[in-house]
């Protein structure tokens, strides 16, 4: 599949991954601080693998709202690459890491399928920034959650889930792709893996962090 959309101009800026405050520096810190959660979501189409990631990076059982694909969802489920998935998100999921002393992701899972689209509302309420996750077989279905977080001014990440046997592309080439905003971050990931799921949650706090901050200081001028 070529990463490219001719109905939307091409960018060629490349995603700021250097101006970054360093969470990892602050990670064995302590401080006299109440605690912090922060909620996060993860979104992306259907089938790239948002339930993968919050299950390897939770640290508490995760909740899942998952149903058997059925005969009767074929004609509004579309499974093309996906041979081996059985089970869907219907609602959410739901998980929790603690990134530090004193700071800890919730973590909410959004359904992929268009006909749940509606609960992404409800569950963007008070969320600090989401995860986009890609798989570049699918890159389209990529569009909705970057456009739905573009419009609410969301800062996201989009994590390119690096499936085995397909061709990888480069952050700047899915950057390009996605004509993302100058700065967005774009980082490759495996959903599987913990502290691969674990960077792309303190990238995006990260960068969340830098954004809001920056809007603060605007409103102040």
Same mark, same amino acid.
């Given at each position: 599949m070529a990463l490219d959309r001719s109905d939307r101009p091409d960018s060629t800026d490349l995603p700021d991954a250097t101006d970054t405050t360093d969470v990892r520096a602050e990670a064995d810190a302590e401080g006299d601080s109440a605690p912090l959660a922060l909620k996060i979501l993860v979104a992306g189409g259907f089938g790239v693998g948002k339930t993968t990631l919050v299950g390897s990076v939770s640290e508490i059982r995760p909740l899942r709202t998952e149903e058997? #694909? *059925?005969? =009767?969802?074929? *004609? %509004?489920d579309d499974t093309a690459g996906l041979d081996h998935k059985a089970a869907t998100t219907v609602a959410m999921d739901f998980g929790r890491i603690t990134i530090r002393s004193g700071l800890s992701l919730y973590l909410f899972g959004t359904p992929g399928q268009d006909r749940f689209w +509606?609960?992404? !509302? !409800? #569950? *963007?309420?008070? =969320? #600090?920034?989401? %995860?986009?996750?890609?798989?570049?077989?699918? #890159? =389209?279905? *990529? +569009? +909705?959650a970057v456009d739905y977080f573009e419009d609410r001014r969301i800062p996201f990440v989009v994590a390119v889930n690096c499936f085995a046997g397909t061709q990888t592309y480069g952050a700047l080439e899915v950057s390009r792709a996605l004509d993302l905003d100058r700065g967005t971050p774009v980082v490759l990931c495996d959903a599987r893996d913990r502290d691969s799921g674990k960077e792309v949650l303190i990238r995006l706090v990260e960068y969340a962090g830098r954004v809001h901050t920056a809007r603060m200081l605007d409103a102040m001028s």
């Open positions: 058997i #694909l *059925s005969e =009767a969802g074929e *004609s %509004v +509606f609960l992404w !509302d !409800d #569950l *963007s309420q008070g =969320a #600090l920034g989401a %995860v986009v996750i890609a798989d570049t077989r699918r #890159l =389209a279905d *990529s +569009f +909705f």
